[in-house]
Structure formats: C-alpha cells, structure tokens
C-alpha cells in the first residue's frame, strides 16, 4: 500500500510540474493539411496521442479545410506546434517567430511532377497544358512551374485543394499531369503508385519543419523535441513514422532552411 501511495504521489508531481510549465494549456498541434482532413487526421491522431503519453502534457491535433486557411492560420499564430512545409516556414518564422526545432532526418523535400501511366511520356508534352497543384502558392506549384518555365515548357496551374486530389484528378483525366512531392508520393498504395509515372524530380530541398510559437516555453519545446527524435528508437514510433513514409526525426535549427529565403519564391 505505501509503494503504491509513493507512486500516486510521483505521478502527480510529474503530472503537475507539466501542468506547470505549459500554463495549464493544451498543447495545439497544427499539421499541414497536405492530404484530406480525414487522411491527415488518421496518421498524425495517433502521433499526438503518443507524443501526449511520452511527455506528460495534452498535445491536441489541430489542422485546417485546406492549405490557405491553414497558412493563414500559422502566420497569425493560432499554433503552438507546427508541421509545415520549409517556405511556408520561413513565412511563419517572420511573422509569427515560429522557430524550426525538428525535421526529418534521412529524407529531402523532394518535388515531383506525375502523369497518368497512359498519359504524357516527357515534360516537352506538357507544353500549353493545365498542372493540376495542391495550391497556386504551394511549393508543389511555384518550383516545378518555374523549372519547365526554364526550359522553354509553358504550363498554367489548376489548384485543387490538396495532394491526396491532385493524384485522384490526374488518375481521372481531368488534368494532363499534377505536381506533389516524393514523401506523399510514398505513402500511396502501390497499386495507386502504379497508375502513375514520375517524369521529374526536383533537387532535394530541407524537408518539412516541426517548429513551436515563442509562447511555449524552451523546456517544453525540448522535452517534445526528445519524444519525437526517440520514436525511430521503439516499435510504436516506428510504425507512425512509418505511416508517414518518414524514417527518423532529428533536430533542426531556423538556419537550416536559409535556402528558402535565398529563393525568394511567392508565399502570397
């Protein structure tokens, strides 16, 4: 009885210093509605439970409609966590002092263009054509745009609201090719991957950040930035990461993602 009133007493020393340092808030974790709502919900759910259980505090999946409302939302700071691509991250590093503490740590954000497996066999047939992207200001529209603008290929851009749609509108017909990105890519299931070919790859650029608004605490931001650089280390974390097509998790730094700034892409 007095070992299990000394652990009561422990957990709730623990539970109350968390309590403490997050203010008594929950923890909102904004996650970049690349695919649907409910797709997204699925795989990082689970992420912010296990996140929850490793530290101690309420980490509470948040996302947005679509990809405008969510960039509007960061740049305003409704996040305390966010997952976000690196431009948009520079964005909301400048407005909002959202600061990179994380990213993945093995794979590049790498763009890609597909056509349908009975579509175009060369970029040079995409001339005049319709790009179907996940937004006009995505990363996934501007730098493949922009790569076939220098080589002479002229196409216009058809926004469709996410990556999961722009697969689904080219497996359809309804546009020539369609612009996303390697890791999204990986996380079809083979038999979808397998009505698309790949006809270009755009050169590694920093992935996507993990980044806290400057209201959380530096010992809060730490202790959620060891629970997520220890799920490659147990089979739970694993299987997460491996829903995401993602291998491991390691520390990031706002210089890492310098490249951005020098590029001087749209964000508007």
């Not at 002229?154 to 996410?162: I, K, T």
Request: hydrophobic share 45%; glycine share 8%; charged share 20%.
């Amino acid at each position: 009885m007095m070992r299990l009133l000394n652990w009561l007493v422990l957990f709730c020393c623990v539970a109350g210093f968390a309590h403490a340092e997050t203010g008594g808030q929950v923890l909102t974790f904004g996650i970049t509605p690349q695919q649907s709502p409910t797709e997204v919900a699925k795989l990082w759910g689970p992420i912010c439970q296990y996140l929850s259980k490793r530290t101690g505090y309420q980490v509470q999946f948040k996302t947005a409609k679509d990809l405008h409302a969510f960039w509007t939302e960061t740049d305003e700071g409704a996040f305390d966590l966010v997952y976000i691509n690196p431009l948009r991250y520079v964005n909301a590093h400048a407005k909002s002092g959202y600061n990179a503490f994380a990213r993945d740590g093995e794979a590049p954000l790498v763009l890609i263009i597909v056509a349908h497996k009975d579509g175009p066999a060369r970029l040079e047939d995409l001339q005049g054509k319709k790009l179907a992207v996940p937004h006009l200001m995505a990363l996934a529209a501007q730098i493949p745009q922009a790569y076939l603008h220098g080589k002479g290929i002229e196409v216009g851009l058809a926004a469709v609201n996410s990556h999961d749609s722009v697969y689904r509108t080219v497996e359809k017909g309804l546009y020539p090719a369609g612009a996303s990105n390697l890791r999204i890519f990986g996380t079809l299931d083979p038999a979808v991957q397998a009505q698309f070919r790949v006809l270009w790859k755009s050169e590694p650029l920093p992935p996507f950040a993990f980044a806290a608004h400057p209201r959380v605490s530096p010992k809060v931001v730490e202790r959620i930035q060891h629970a997520l650089l220890k799920m490659d280390g147990n089979p739970e974390g694993r299987a997460y990461l491996a829903a995401l097509n993602v291998k491991a998790i390691v520390a990031a730094k706002n210089s890492d993602y310098d490249i951005l700034q020098r590029m001087k892409l749209k964000q508007e």
